[in-house]
């Protein structure tokens, strides 16, 4: 089992969820316009990349799993990695 | 000083102001989580339209406002002249932070405001999915920013005390829709079915061009205007003393 330290470790660790790095990689390939299917697809590939690396160890920061999955997601659709790594350096 | 030359100081006040990011960030977050939510076209026009709204209305209120005080306090040509001359200083000063503060040194399009409030606003406008809450959002964007839009604000309102009641009404209306333009053209850019990547990419890339852009019409502003209508006032009045 795998923890995630949550931001700046202010709130309490929690089980990685791999249904949130889906729903995240999502969003950030529809709001590029992505079709609803290459958006599924390319979250499912991004999904079993986080998966994979998160798999052996024992705790990870957010930030981390984040990091990875824009990374993954730069080789599937690199405007949505551009928007899903900016999302929070928008305002 | 005729009509025209009031509109264009009004116009180039509003320009500065359109230059000043927060309602544009705040309306690509928007947008861009109102697309990721798979919402229709048509909630997503409504939300931007209303969110441009609350622009407009809280920038007409603060022009509005502002004209109400300046022509409650200048009475007298001394008091004009000390307006004219603390706008300016205020001008030169916002233009100086402009350059220094606006934009943070990192990456992306982070602005001065403090991290808790740029989070904060992150939050509303992910979470807004009503028109009128997407309205209130635009009036707070233009009221999170009152530090720098104050000092144009302050201009027109100086110019437009100075015009005919009609010519008032043309000026706040002129001032508003020039200060919305980096809205209109967001607005219709993503309403059009652009990628908001495109336009935070531009954004992104050009952000110290605007920073540079908007520092340097406030310093020059705020120096013709300080020649036009502080020095060269005073010099006439001295030279009228003086004949």
Redesign the interface.
């Known amino acids: 089992m795998t923890y995630v330290i949550k931001r700046a470790g202010k709130r309490q660790a929690e089980e990685f969820a791999p249904h949130k790095v889906h729903s995240s990689v999502r969003?950030?390939c529809?709001?590029?316009?992505s079709p609803?299917g290459e958006a599924e697809t390319i979250a499912a590939r991004v999904g079993d990349v986080v998966s994979q690396w998160i798999h052996t160890k024992p705790s990870v920061t957010s930030h981390d799993i984040r990091r990875v999955a824009a990374t993954a997601l730069e080789a599937f659709h690199p405007?949505?990695a551009?928007?899903y790594q900016?999302?929070?350096?928008?305002? | 000083m005729n009509y025209l030359d009031s509109l264009v100081i009004i116009a180039v006040a509003g320009l500065i102001h359109a230059s000043f990011q927060l309602s544009v960030s705040m309306l690509t977050l928007l947008s861009s989580h109102t697309i990721g939510r798979r919402r229709s076209q048509a909630r997503l026009l409504a939300l931007m339209n209303s969110f441009t709204l609350g622009a407009a209305v809280m920038t007409v209120l603060l022009l509005s406002f502002a004209a109400l005080v300046v022509s409650l306090s200048l009475d007298t040509r001394q008091n004009t002249l000390l307006a004219w001359t603390v706008t300016c200083g205020l001008l030169g000063g916002v233009g100086l932070a402009v350059w220094l503060f606006y934009y943070r040194r990192e990456v992306g399009t982070t602005l001065w405001i403090p991290r808790g409030m740029a989070r904060f606003l992150n939050r509303r406008a992910k979470s807004t999915k009503d028109p009128t809450e997407a309205f209130g959002l635009g009036l707070i964007s233009v009221l999170a920013e009152l530090l720098f839009v104050l000092a144009p604000i302050l201009v027109a309102a100086l110019v437009l005390v100075e015009l005919p009641t009609t010519w008032q009404l043309v000026g706040i209306a002129l001032y508003t829709v020039v200060s919305l333009l980096s809205l209109f053209v967001v607005n219709a850019w993503i309403g059009s079915g652009h990628s908001i990547s495109r336009v935070q990419r531009w954004r992104e890339s050009n952000k110290r061009f605007l920073q540079f852009a908007a520092g340097s019409g406030l310093l020059i502003l705020g120096f013709y205007l300080y020649v036009d209508h502080v020095v060269t006032v005073t010099a006439l009045a001295a030279a009228g003393g003086a004949l």
């Open positions: 969003s950030a529809l709001s590029v316009r609803e405007e949505a551009y928007l900016n999302h929070e350096l928008v305002v």
